[in-house]
């Protein structure tokens, strides 16, 4: 250790040191030179210009103020992209023709059975291999296997084993979720920290008292992890779904409205797509926000 | 990974050893693969006693602590515990998705009360933390917390593993303080893994030093309590151990 302020070798101040010399007494440290001081502003004191939620808004708000004065001065034209305002008149034709919430309702259903299903199989999966050895050696070597099949390359087979109707949507929502849930619950119980278990048994805890409670909240956060995964998969099937044959729905209206190239019609059907994953992304956070509390991670500035 | 607990870890029949005792463990082996970390250990505490066990670092201190818990059971040899036992680790092992009253109440039998943690807790003097989550307590606290879990119990047997390790100096003496405290309470028999010889002098009524997996040297700390660090009847048997543990210059040096 090397401590470079040594304290400088001051000599005894006895009567054999002449006195002419710079005494050393009043000033400790003669060489040190007191270096500027600046204050640490607190942050209740830091200026707020805007509040968060504003600053927030204006890079969107911007972006499209510059799409509607591209549309407005003809650079955009309405094949290739209608203007917002467009949009903006179609989004309110279509709700008030009742035709886009009866879209969004069976979309949402299908996206809500392929949830359950695909969320039912994946957890149960995942506890089967992840509690027990037996049940890895027989799912795990299955299901990871099984994985590196692009779940979307599967349509062809569907339709063929299920038909066009709903089965093969919701089966390929399920599926995309169930992988995404397997994943990461499983990893999250392998995950487990080996001492809490240990101090669970030492406690006197039964194999099933364990599981309950500390494996099974100790994969709490893999399993919310592998949740807001399998939500966003769900929504990507949900899109890949229901460009086959669909006769209703979200990606039936895109469909219809491809072949009349309504760019608006679209662009709407991609709002709405983006509204409800992101809603089902607020609903994720939280349910984090109140299972997770006990976590002590990092929020944010 | 699930053990059954609350029965003794015992494989042969009991030898029927004279006097009572907490603890009696005869020819205990353990290995990891094929290397014996524990060797033919024979062991006995007697009830109530503070028993501090030293030893170097890796010697096989936690390995029979953690027989002695009922943790680790692929063992070879006799070894007799109380049902009713308890542990605390060097790290507090709180759960930290349960808050400190669930935490010290986890794995008691029946359905017991917020108020049965909160008298454990009063006891370690961490009442007003009780419902707090683990990850806001300090490392005293916590420590204090679980061992709170361990005394809720009320075990015949207390195995504590460097409880003391992870904390501050200051910390530390308070919670050796609180161990005295507690065990001078309870009367249970205690068995302190520790490499600080001056903490077992300190604390222990008798302290074992164990080596080549085996209990290498057993030694009674007959002093009245409270004892303090400075006394020169410590020297002698301070020296003794430092010299047992493999460290000649007793004043100075310290096991790591
Ligand atoms: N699970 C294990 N697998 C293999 N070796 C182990 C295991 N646990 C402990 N050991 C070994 O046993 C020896 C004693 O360990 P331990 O009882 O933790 O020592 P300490 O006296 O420091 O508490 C060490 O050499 C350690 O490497
Ligand atoms: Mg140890």
Redesign the pocket.
Known sequence: MSISKAPPDISPVSADVPPDVPSAVPSAVPTAIAPELRPVVPVSARRRPLPRWLRRTTGPLLLLAAWQLLSATGVLRPEVLASPGTIAGTAADLVSSGQLPSAMAVSLQRVVFGLLLGGAAGITLALLSGLSRLGEDLVDASVQMLRAVPFVGLIPLFIIWLGIGEAPKVTLIALGVAFHLYLNVYAGIRGVDEQLIEAGASLGLSRRALVRHVVLPGALPGAMTGLRYSLATAWLALVFGEQINASDGIGFLMTQARDFLRTDVIVVCLVVYAFLGLTADIVVRALERLLLQWRPNFTGR | MATELHRPVSHDVPPAAGGPAAVRVAGLTRA??GRP?IDGLDLTLRPGEFTALL?R???????LLRVLAGLDREIAGTVLVPERRAVAFQAPRLMPWKRVWRNVLLGLPGRPGRAIAEAALEEVGLRERSGAWPKTLSGGEAQRASLARALVREPDLLLLDEPFGALDALTRIKAQRLVAELWQRRGCAVLL?THDVDEALLLADRALVMRDGVIAHDTPVALPRPRDAGDPRLTALRSRLLAELGVDTPASAETA
């Open positions: 990891f693969g970390v030893g670092s890796g010697c096989g201190k936690s390995t893994v």
